[in-house]
Antibody, heavy 118, light 108 residues
Framework: QVQLQESGPGMVKPSQTLSLMCAVS??????????WSWIRQPPGKGLEWIGYIYYNGNTFYNPSLKTRVTILVDTSKNQFSLKLNSVTAADTAVYYCARAGIGGLDYWGQGTLVTVSS | DIQMTQSPSILSASVGDRVTITCRASQSISYLLAWYQQKPGKAPRLLIYDASNLESGVPSRFIGSGSGIEFTLTIHSLQPDDFATYYC??????????FGQGTKVEIK
């Protein structure tokens, strides 16, 4: 059973860096069979894709966030991370990590709410 | 970037109805489209991938179709558990992935 679990601070101050981790179990990131993605959803709004990473570190980011986003992978710990710098209130959202399988995002974490506030 | 436009934004229906949601891409995405169901406070659930393939464990009343720029999700005989918000998503390899804005299926 594949499971993903997000972790990280629930509140970040404006202009600081949002940092989240996604721990994967039931699948090996280093197998190279999937992409590993971050998605966010502001309260009451739709889904926004942030980016994905492959086991070898190759990344692809949403152009609207590209200058502020870094996604990294740690295959030894079977986890990947998200950093979003210079945050503002507009970055307040539920952040999800997910696995991109043969088609679409087939396994998701439960999501974690990150609030940007002083 | 490829824009995904869903319609309608809200759909009112009754149990037993057949409902159809449409998703239009701003350029051809071949068959690289997925549909998700999301309930309040929960992560999205993959229903359909590659436009028409049913994800394992998803009831057969969910039917996806289309290719190129126009896609549909049809729910045959709507069940109480189906009242939720539905999103399409394109995953063209050479473009940033994008979601539609969502369609809320509510009880009439």
């Amino acid at each position: 059973q594949v499971q993903l679990q997000e972790s990280g601070p629930g509140m970040v101050k404006p202009s600081q860096t949002l940092s989240l981790m996604c721990a994967v179990s039931g699948d090996s990131i280093s197998s190279g069979n999937n992409y590993w993605s971050w998605i966010r959803q502001p309260p009451g709004k739709g889904l926004e894709w942030i980016g994905y990473i492959y086991y070898n570190g190759n990344t692809f980011y949403n152009p609207s966030l590209k200058t502020r986003v870094t996604i990294l992978v740690d295959t030894s710990k079977n986890q990947f991370s998200l950093k979003l710098n210079s945050v503002t209130a507009a970055d307040t959202a539920v952040y999800y990590c997910a696995r991109a399988g043969i088609g679409g995002l087939d396994y998701w974490g439960q999501g974690t709410l990150v609030t940007v506030s002083s | 970037d490829i824009q995904m436009t869903q319609s309608p934004s809200i759909l009112s229906a009754s149990v037993g109805d057949r409902v159809t949601i449409t998703c239009r891409a701003s350029q051809s995405i071949s068959y690289l489209l997925a549909w998700y169901q999301q309930k309040p406070g929960k992560a999205p659930r993959l229903l359909i991938y590659d436009a028409s393939n049913l994800e394992s464990g998803v009831p057969s009343r969910f039917i996806g179709s289309g290719s190129g720029i126009e896609f549909t999700l049809t729910i045959h005989s709507l069940q109480p558990d189906d009242f939720a918000t539905y999103y399409c998503q394109q995953y063209n390899s050479y473009s940033p992935w994008t979601f539609g804005q969502g369609t809320k299926v509510e009880i009439k």
